[in-house]
C-alpha cells in the first residue's frame, strides 16, 4: 500500500472536487466522517487560501477539533482558517470564529450565518457535518434549507462536502444526494467510487494503525457502450473497423497519429484505445508508455493491432503494459471476441448479457 498513492488521491480529490458539493454515501460501517475530517486537514495543509466553514449539526465546536485530534490530525496551526456554525450553550463561554444557531432546525439562523461567512470568505469550504441529522425532519423544509445553502455555495465560487448513511433517510435519500453535485459512493468493503465531470476514480480506503490509507483499485465499466478510440495512420482500417463493428455497442473516436491519440485520450478519457504501432513522429509504443506514466490514463484498456507480428514486438508491449495484441489483416469477429475478453477484465458486460 503506497503512500504515494494516498498523496495523489487526496491531490485529484483536492483538484476534482475544488468547485463542487460532494456528498459521502457510505453504509453506516464505514467511517465517511473520519475521511471527511482527513480530506478537510488535507484542503488546510495544502492550500493556505482556503477557508473551512463547519456546520454542527451532529458535533460541536469542541468536539470537531477533538475528533480531529483522536484520528492523528492535528489542526491547531489552522483553527484561524475554520469558522464553525454551533448550537449556542448559555453554559459555556462564546469561542473565537464561531457563530451560534438554537438548535439544530434554526435553519433560518443558520442560513443567515452561511450567507455571512461566504460574502466574507468567497471560495470557502463548507462542511455539513451529518446529513443523517437533516434526513429526520421535514423534508419538504430541509429542501428549502438546501437549496439556499447550496445557492451561497456556488453565488460566492465556494464547495461543500456532507456524509450521509445508505439507507438511513429511507425514501428522502434519493432527494437528498441530489442536492449534491458528486456522489461519492462507499462500500462496507471500503471500496469507492467517484464520477468528476469525465474523471472516474476508483479507490480503496483502509485505516491502519490510526492512519488513513488510501490506493487504487481497477476501475470497473458500468455502463452499456463502450467509448473505443481507434488510432491508425492509415485512414482505411479506422474506417474498416467502424465500418464492421457498427452493430456492437461501441462509439468510436480515431487519431491518426501519436500525438493526437495521446491529446483525445487526456480528453475523452476512452473505455478501450485500439492502436498500431507503426507511425510517424510518434510510434504505438512510445503512446502507450506515456500513458501508462499519467494518472487518469493510465488504467486504459488498449489492444495493439499491426502488422508487427514478431514475438519479440508483442513481448515489448506487454512489458509496457498493453491488454492485447491483434495482428494485420485481421478478422473482423476475433476483433469484436477480443474487444469483449479485455473489457470483461475491467467488469464490463455486453448488453445481451446484461439482460
Given at each position: 500500500?503506497?503512500?504515494?498513492?494516498?498523496?495523489?488521491?487526496?491531490?485529484?480529490?483536492?483538484?476534482?472536487?475544488?468547485?463542487?458539493?460532494?456528498?459521502?454515501?457510505?453504509?453506516?460501517?464505514?467511517?465517511?466522517?473520519?475521511?471527511?475530517?482527513?480530506?478537510?486537514?488535507?484542503?488546510?495543509?495544502?492550500?493556505?487560501?482556503?477557508?473551512?466553514?463547519w456546520l454542527c449539526l451532529k458535533n460541536s465546536?469542541?468536539?470537531?477539533?477533538?475528533?480531529?485530534?483522536?484520528?492523528?490530525?492535528?489542526?491547531?496551526?489552522?483553527?484561524?482558517?475554520?469558522?464553525?456554525?454551533?448550537?449556542?450553550?448559555?453554559?459555556?463561554?462564546?469561542?473565537?470564529?464561531?457563530?451560534?444557531?438554537?438548535?439544530?432546525?434554526?435553519?433560518?439562523?443558520?442560513?443567515?450565518?452561511?450567507?455571512?461567512?461566504?460574502?466574507?470568505?468567497?471560495?470557502?469550504?463548507?462542511?455539513?457535518?451529518?446529513?443523517?441529522?437533516?434526513?429526520?425532519?421535514?423534508?419538504?423544509?430541509?429542501?428549502?434549507?438546501?437549496?439556499?445553502?447550496?445557492?451561497?455555495?456556488?453565488?460566492?465560487?465556494?464547495?461543500?462536502?456532507?456524509?450521509?448513511?445508505?439507507?438511513?433517510?429511507?425514501?428522502?435519500?434519493?432527494?437528498?444526494?441530489?442536492?449534491?453535485?458528486?456522489?461519492?459512493?462507499?462500500?462496507?468493503?471500503?471500496?469507492?467510487?467517484?464520477?468528476?465531470?469525465?474523471?472516474?476514480?476508483?479507490?480503496?480506503?483502509?485505516?491502519?494503525?490510526?492512519?488513513?490509507?488510501?490506493?487504487?483499485?481497477?476501475?470497473?465499466?458500468?455502463?452499456?457502450?463502450?467509448?473505443?478510440?481507434?488510432?491508425?495512420?492509415?485512414?482505411?482500417?479506422?474506417?474498416?473497423?467502424?465500418?464492421?463493428?457498427?452493430?456492437?455497442?461501441?462509439?468510436?473516436?480515431?487519431?491518426?497519429?501519436?500525438?493526437?491519440?495521446?491529446?483525445?485520450?487526456?480528453?475523452?478519457?476512452?473505455?478501450?484505445?485500439?492502436?498500431?504501432?507503426?507511425?510517424?513522429?510518434m510510434d504505438g509504443y512510445e503512446v502507450v508508455?506515456?500513458?501508462?506514466?499519467?494518472?487518469?490514463?493510465?488504467?486504459?484498456?488498449?489492444?495493439?493491432?499491426?502488422?508487427?507480428?514478431?514475438?519479440?514486438?508483442?513481448?515489448?508491449?506487454?512489458?509496457?503494459?498493453?491488454?492485447?495484441?491483434?495482428?494485420?489483416?485481421?478478422?473482423?469477429?476475433?476483433?469484436?471476441?477480443?474487444?469483449?475478453?479485455?473489457m470483461k477484465r475491467f467488469g464490463w458486460k455486453?448488453?445481451?448479457?446484461?439482460?
Amino acid at each position: 500500500m503506497s503512500g504515494e498513492d494516498t498523496a495523489e488521491i487526496m491531490d485529484t480529490f483536492r483538484e476534482g472536487l475544488a468547485d463542487k458539493t460532494t456528498v459521502f454515501l457510505a453504509p453506516a460501517s464505514i467511517s465517511s466522517e473520519r475521511l471527511i475530517y482527513f480530506y478537510i486537514q488535507s484542503i488546510l495543509e495544502n492550500d493556505d487560501q482556503k477557508n473551512i466553514i463547519w456546520l454542527c449539526l451532529k458535533n460541536s465546536r469542541d468536539k470537531v477539533i477533538d475528533n480531529f485530534r483522536d484520528y492523528g490530525m492535528g489542526i491547531e496551526d489552522y483553527l484561524d482558517r475554520i469558522w464553525f456554525i454551533d448550537i449556542e450553550d448559555p453554559s459555556k463561554e462564546k469561542k473565537e470564529n464561531t457563530l451560534y444557531y438554537s438548535s439544530q432546525t434554526d435553519y433560518m439562523k443558520i442560513g443567515s450565518h452561511t450567507s455571512k461567512l461566504f460574502s466574507e470568505m468567497p471560495g470557502s469550504t463548507m462542511v455539513i457535518d451529518d446529513m443523517n441529522t437533516l434526513s429526520k425532519d421535514n423534508l419538504q423544509v430541509v429542501e428549502n434549507f438546501l437549496k439556499y445553502v447550496m445557492s451561497n455555495v456556488h453565488q460566492h465560487e465556494g464547495s461543500a462536502v456532507s456524509m450521509l448513511n445508505k439507507g438511513s433517510a429511507g425514501e428522502k435519500e434519493g432527494t437528498l444526494v441530489s442536492f449534491f453535485d458528486v456522489v461519492i459512493d462507499a462500500s462496507d468493503t471500503g471500496e469507492m467510487h467517484v464520477e468528476m465531470g469525465l474523471k472516474s476514480l476508483d479507490v480503496k480506503y483502509v485505516v491502519e494503525k490510526g492512519k488513513i490509507n488510501l490506493y487504487y483499485i481497477q476501475k470497473k465499466i458500468k455502463k452499456e457502450r463502450l467509448k473505443i478510440l481507434i488510432v491508425d495512420d492509415e485512414p482505411d482500417i479506422p474506417d474498416l473497423l467502424k465500418l464492421s463493428l457498427k452493430d456492437e455497442p461501441y462509439d468510436f473516436l480515431v487519431a491518426y497519429n501519436g500525438k493526437d491519440a495521446i491529446k483525445i485520450a487526456r480528453e475523452e478519457f476512452p473505455d478501450l484505445i485500439l492502436l498500431d504501432i507503426m507511425m510517424p513522429d510518434m510510434d504505438g509504443y512510445e503512446v502507450v508508455e506515456t500513458l501508462k506514466k499519467e494518472r487518469d490514463t493510465r488504467d486504459i484498456a488498449i489492444i495493439m493491432i499491426t502488422a508487427k507480428t514478431k514475438v519479440d514486438d508483442k513481448l515489448k508491449g506487454m512489458e509496457l503494459g498493453i491488454d492485447d495484441y491483434i495482428s494485420k489483416p485481421f478478422d473482423k469477429r476475433e476483433v469484436n471476441a477480443r474487444i469483449k475478453m479485455v473489457m470483461k477484465r475491467f467488469g464490463w458486460k455486453p448488453p445481451e448479457e446484461s439482460e
